[in-house]
């Protein structure tokens, strides 16, 4: 099965193509970032991150994807920025057909480390170890975007092990 798992945002996107194999190991297929210019008008940012993420689904065919969902804190114009993005990611994922989950940060963090409130770093290093990647991904985005998609890919093969 092959997961993408996007770090939604406007100005970066990370994306993380993850195949579980039939062994139940994980393999990192692809991975990086989808990037905006800030000086170009909010429409045309947010059709170049559709078109730039229909372009990723359409060349790795993906089974599912998993989503995170946005954590606020205090700053609201971010906030919305981020909203819009991701909205845009979730109508191409909806386009293409793709069964699409969501998940909270701290929901992430558990599947990855056992712990909800793991720090960055500790992720990074997880997320490697995982793949069994010579080094932490990078940039940071494209660590997280596979961090959502194994976290996908954990709760899939949990639900395979209730319905047998």
């Known amino acids: ?3 993408l798992g996007l770090d939604p945002g406007t100005a970066t996107t990370g994306y993380g193509f993850v195949r579980e194999h039939d062994d139940g190991t994980f393999e990192a297929v692809a991975f990086g970032i989808i990037t905006t ?9 947010l059709q170049l991150l559709y078109r730039e993420l229909t372009a990723l689904v359409q060349q790795h065919q ?10 606020f804190s205090k700053n609201i114009t971010t906030a919305i920025s981020v909203a ?11 386009n293409a057909d793709l069964p699409v989950r969501e998940y909270k940060p701290n929901e992430i963090k558990q599947a990855i480390s056992g712990y909800g ?6 992720m990074q290093e997880m997320v490697r170890a995982l793949l069994g990647l010579e080094s932490i991904p990078r940039p940071d985005d494209a660590a997280d975007a596979l961090a959502v ?3 996908d890919l954990n709760y899939a093969q949990f639900e395979r092990m209730i319905e047998d």
Request: hydrophobic share 50%; proline share 14%.
């Open 1 to 3: 099965m092959l997961v």
């Open 37 to 45: 210019p800030p000086g170009m008008p909010m429409p045309r940012r």
């Open 62 to 71: 993906p089974d599912a994807a998993a989503v995170e969902q946005i954590f």
């Open 84 to 94: 819009q993005g991701r909205g845009v990611l979730l109508l191409a994922l909806a």
């Open 117 to 122: 409130s793991a720090p960055k770093a500790q």
């Open 149 to 151: 998609a194994i976290t």
